[in-house]
Protein backbone atom coordinates (compact mmCIF):
# COMPACT_ATOMS: atom_id res chain seq x y z
CA UNK A 1 0.00 0.00 0.00
CA UNK A 2 3.29 2.58 0.77
CA UNK A 3 4.35 1.87 -2.69
CA UNK A 4 0.82 2.54 -4.64
CA UNK A 5 0.20 5.74 -2.56
CA UNK A 6 4.59 6.65 -3.68
CA UNK A 7 3.64 6.17 -6.86
CA UNK A 8 0.46 8.13 -7.20
CA UNK A 9 2.16 11.06 -5.03
CA UNK A 10 5.15 11.07 -8.37
CA UNK A 11 2.61 10.45 -10.34
CA UNK A 12 0.41 13.44 -9.62
CA UNK A 13 3.80 15.41 -9.21
CA UNK A 14 4.95 14.55 -12.55
CA UNK A 15 1.99 15.89 -13.81
CA UNK A 16 1.43 19.67 -11.91
CA UNK A 17 4.66 19.92 -13.40
CA UNK A 18 4.29 22.89 -15.46
CA UNK A 19 7.75 22.79 -17.97
CA UNK A 20 9.54 19.27 -18.54
CA UNK A 21 13.39 19.83 -17.93
CA UNK A 22 13.52 18.96 -21.29
CA UNK A 23 11.17 21.68 -22.68
CA UNK A 24 13.17 24.33 -20.37
CA UNK A 25 16.62 23.63 -21.63
CA UNK A 26 16.06 23.78 -25.36
CA UNK A 27 14.96 27.86 -25.48
CA UNK A 28 16.82 30.36 -23.22
CA UNK A 29 15.69 32.62 -21.38
CA UNK A 30 13.02 35.41 -23.20
CA UNK A 31 14.44 38.37 -20.44
CA UNK A 32 18.32 37.41 -21.35
CA UNK A 33 17.40 37.49 -25.36
CA UNK A 34 15.56 40.57 -25.04
CA UNK A 35 18.46 42.42 -23.23
CA UNK A 36 20.32 41.14 -26.29
CA UNK A 37 18.04 42.93 -28.66
CA UNK A 38 17.66 46.36 -26.28
CA UNK A 39 21.29 46.17 -26.81
CA UNK A 40 21.53 45.76 -30.46
CA UNK A 41 18.41 48.39 -30.95
CA UNK A 42 20.37 50.86 -28.82
CA UNK A 43 23.29 50.38 -31.31
CA UNK A 44 21.83 50.59 -34.24
CA UNK A 45 21.40 53.19 -36.54
CA UNK A 46 17.46 52.49 -37.49
CA UNK A 47 15.34 54.16 -40.77
CA UNK A 48 12.27 54.81 -39.38
CA UNK A 49 10.81 51.71 -41.17
CA UNK A 50 12.90 49.45 -39.48
CA UNK A 51 12.22 50.77 -36.47
CA UNK A 52 8.55 50.46 -36.44
CA UNK A 53 9.61 46.96 -37.56
CA UNK A 54 11.69 46.28 -34.55
CA UNK A 55 9.30 47.98 -32.32
CA UNK A 56 6.25 45.56 -33.65
CA UNK A 57 8.53 42.25 -33.21
CA UNK A 58 9.63 43.21 -29.62
CA UNK A 59 6.16 43.89 -28.53
CA UNK A 60 5.00 40.16 -30.06
CA UNK A 61 7.99 38.41 -28.11
CA UNK A 62 7.16 40.56 -25.05
CA UNK A 63 3.07 39.38 -24.90
CA UNK A 64 4.97 35.92 -25.44
CA UNK A 65 7.37 36.36 -22.73
CA UNK A 66 4.81 37.36 -20.71
CA UNK A 67 2.98 34.27 -21.71
CA UNK A 68 6.15 31.96 -20.80
CA UNK A 69 6.39 30.88 -24.00
CA UNK A 70 10.05 31.53 -24.19
CA UNK A 71 10.55 29.66 -27.17
CA UNK A 72 8.54 32.16 -29.47
CA UNK A 73 9.29 34.71 -28.10
CA UNK A 74 12.86 34.25 -28.73
CA UNK A 75 12.15 33.53 -32.01
CA UNK A 76 10.47 37.30 -32.56
CA UNK A 77 13.60 38.86 -30.30
CA UNK A 78 15.73 36.77 -32.77
CA UNK A 79 13.90 38.41 -35.90
CA UNK A 80 14.44 41.87 -34.79
CA UNK A 81 17.98 41.48 -33.50
CA UNK A 82 18.30 40.59 -37.77
CA UNK A 83 16.46 43.45 -38.30
CA UNK A 84 19.07 46.15 -36.85
CA UNK A 85 22.03 43.94 -38.43
CA UNK A 86 23.49 42.89 -35.77
Do not use: H
Not at 37 to 63: F, M, N, Q, Y
Amino acid sequence: MNKLVLALALGAAVIASPVSSASAATAAPCEDTLKTLRAAEAAAKLSDADKAKVSALETKGIERCNADDDKRADDFFAQAIKVTGK
